[in-house]
């Protein structure tokens, strides 16, 4: 454990954009009276498609602006950033930083019958192999099977998560997994637990669906309780919201994500 901090200090979460809105959700179901700082890097999503250079610079730019509000923790909610930018982040951090590929990976490793596991993110995620390492590590036997999902970054977007059009692209893109026989599937990016009842329309109510920010949520809880970092007060946390643009569309958009209205997003500008 590196510098401890008071519990009542946020924590930090970040993304490329609203998606992380859907860790940010489980984050506040599970601790609700945790004071969190939520930064949506806006201007330059989409990140899943931008080299793992760049989505390192800007990964480390963000970490940089949520140590300077003294945050406790860092969550790094996009799938994109935690697959290629974490050891660049723990360098500079002092506070642990916690990335999604790991919790969500370990759910799908214990959910597994048939050692046959799915993953689907955007382009920069599968590319990586990030999920795949992962998983190996905790089992060298089990299969996993990847596919880039980037349309389904847009459909959650425009709220297109049940109509024709989301179920011709879901089908598109996931029935190759039916042939694969897995049993397992890992929703490895911010947007698609918005889309889990397309996706399980699509491949069967067998196969389990595993939403990796809910366990990343479940994993910052524990963190915080081994290093005595849970904030004990007895009011509710208080949320902030940044972007680096497009308040509107954020707030618009955030209710399908958040489960609840956003009103106060500051606009901010990254040195
Ligand atoms: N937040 C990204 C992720 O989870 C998806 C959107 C993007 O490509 O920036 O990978």
Redo the contacts with the bound molecule.
């Keep these: 454990m590196k510098k401890i901090l008071s519990p009542s200090n946020p924590i930090g979460v970040f ?3 609203i ?2 809105l859907t860790v940010a959700k489980s984050l506040f179901g599970i601790l609700p009276n945790e004071n969190i700082i939520y930064f949506g890097d806006t201007a330059r ?5 931008k080299s793992k250079e760049t989505v390192i610079r800007y990964s480390v730019e963000i970490a940089k602006f949520l140590l300077d509000k003294n945050v406790k923790m860092i969550v790094v909610a ?3 950033a935690s697959s290629v930018a974490l050891p660049y982040l723990r360098k500079l951090s002092n506070v642990p930083v916690i990335g999604v590929i790991k919790p969500g990976s370990k759910a799908a490793v214990s959910a597994t019958n048939n050692y046959r596991i799915g993953v689907i ?2 382009l920069g ?1 599968v590319q990586s192999y990030a999920y795949k390492t992962q998983i190996h590590k905790f089992d060298r036997n089990i299969e996993v099977f990847s596919k880039a999902c980037s349309l389904f ?1 847009q459909l959650a977007e425009d709220g297109w998560t049940e109509n024709k059009i989301a179920a011709l692209i879901a089908k598109e893109y996931l029935s190759g997994f039916k042939d694969d026989k897995i049993d397992t599937l890992i929703l490895g ?3 698609y637990p918005v889309l889990k009842i397309i996706i399980s329309k699509v491949l069967g109510r067998k196969i389990r669906l595993i939403d990796s920010g809910e366990e990343t949520a479940k994993e910052v809880r524990r963190l915080l309780e081994q290093f005595h970092l849970v904030n004990n007060k007895k009011n509710p946390g208080k949320h902030k919201f940044y972007v680096t643009d497009f308040q509107k569309k954020f707030r618009e958009i955030s209710e399908r994500f958040l489960g609840q209205p956003l009103h106060d997003v500051k606009k901010i500008k990254l040195k």
Excluded at 45 to 49: E, Q
């Design positions: 993304d490329s954009g998606g992380g999503l989409p990140y899943g498609t996009c799938n994109t993110g955007t995620t970054v990016c911010t947007h």
